[in-house]
């Protein structure tokens, strides 16, 4: 195999090459008769047979709270620092030792599932429960869900959860992943105040679009994702009472490309061009622009390593770009999707499932933006 320069370097000097200084405990957040069961197809029975005798961290972390007194202060997160979860037994024990570099974490969970939303919310907020009805009971009052549960020891006052919930996702989660729980608020959740949400979370929501272009029209960007994103929620920026913006179709499909730089680049480029590469774009360019019913559309192009024909894609790309059209260069893998200028993989552009079988249909739908956005592209 290759071995780099930086790794020869950190070889020579013995330094470490793994490293781990905590150990990460996931705990299980599921609701009552609800965990999860792993199987093998025409086992299902067995499995089912199996989990029933078997407790998973939570059904044990209410065993541990009605037989041990001493775990009654300390919350299912933290659970992890002073006990081992033995999972032969599935029962935890108590620790001997090295609980200060031991953290528990509850995994996220989608607003979507909401019962176990509120649900981990209460568990990572109550101690000492015995029972998910203990976790439902709240100053002597069973409540019926784990929502009304959460709005009894008022912890859904106002917007304070949803803020809680994107300052969580924005310590692991991308801007465009921030986006799309911000729409997915929005849809499900019922929120007081979404401007102010909004402004309180611009930073984050924004990040990408900050990078990529500017503080000034960044959030002009992010906005307008927003808007794709709300569609699906039959809501839009004017509904929330957000600022609108009016940014073509297809701004989201591409980068925002400079029509002067790229008819530079594509000059440039065209210039570098061998006899056999400019006769190649010349035949593409024409397929792309000639609209006559009989003008073939699809072209292979093929060659050895090295030979050019990323270059050749480049070149057509700056070219339609330069032209002041739409192009959405499209890969089937995300790797030689990154070689080509705002490259996109056939699954995303075309909402191609990832496993398919006879019955497989792709997710793009009539009559939407997203479909809209391809019939703008050229060609």
């Excluded at 709005?151 to 969580?168: C, I, T, V």
């Excluded at 050019?308 to 057509?316: A, M, P, R």
């Excluded at 070219?319 to 893998?333: E, K, L, N, W």
Aim: glycine share 6%; with cysteine.
């Amino acid at each position: 195999r290759y071995v780099s320069a930086p790794e020869a370097m950190w070889r020579l000097n013995e330094f470490n090459l793994s490293h781990k200084s905590h150990t990460v405990v996931r705990l299980a957040v599921h609701l009552p008769q609800q965990q999860p069961i792993v199987y093998q197809d025409g086992q299902e029975v067995q499995a089912i047979e199996r989990a029933a005798l078997r407790k998973t961290t939570l059904t044990s972390w209410f065993e541990l709270n009605k037989n041990d007194p001493s775990a009654h202060n300390i919350s299912y997160s933290d659970i992890p620092q002073y006990y081992v979860f033995d999972k032969i037994t599935t029962n935890w024990k108590k620790r001997q030792r090295g609980g200060q570099n031991v953290i528990g974490r509850l995994p996220v969970v989608s607003i979507l599932d909401s019962e176990r939303y509120y649900l981990r919310m209460l568990l990572l907020r109550k101690s000492g429960a015995i029972s998910f009805d203990d976790i439902l009971t709240v100053n002597g009052l069973r409540c019926i869900t784990f929502q009304q549960a959460c709005q009894e020891y008022g912890l859904l006052r106002g917007d304070q959860q949803w803020h809680d919930a994107l300052n969580e996702a924005a310590q692991f989660q991308s801007p465009r992943q921030l986006r799309m729980l911000f729409a997915m608020i929005c849809g499900f959740g019922e929120v007081e105040d979404v401007p102010d949400l909004w402004v309180q979370h611009q930073v984050s929501l924004c990040e990408d679009f900050v990078h990529r272009y500017s503080e000034q029209t960044g959030p002009h960007y992010a906005l307008a994702d927003i808007e794709e994103l709300l569609t699906s929620y039959n809501l839009s920026l004017q509904k929330l009472h957000l600022p609108t913006v009016d940014l073509p179709a297809s701004v989201l499909e591409r980068a925002n490309f400079d029509v002067v730089k790229e008819q530079a680049k594509a000059n440039s480029y065209t210039m570098q061009l061998n006899s056999e590469q400019r006769n190649v774009v010349e035949i593409l360019l024409s397929a792309v622009y000639n609209n006559a019913a009989d003008t073939p559309k699809c072209y292979f192009l093929d060659g050895p390593a090295g030979t050019g024909k990323t270059f050749v894609y480049s070149t057509l790309l700056h070219t339609i770009r330069g032209r002041g059209d739409d192009v959405i260069p499209v890969a089937s893998t995300g790797i030689a999707a990154t070689l080509l200028i705002g490259g996109r993989t056939a699954h995303s552009v075309f909402k191609i499932p990832i496993d398919l079988n006879a019955t497989s249909t792709c997710n793009l739908k009539p009559n939407t933006k997203e479909a809209e956005n391809k019939i703008n592209c050229v060609g």
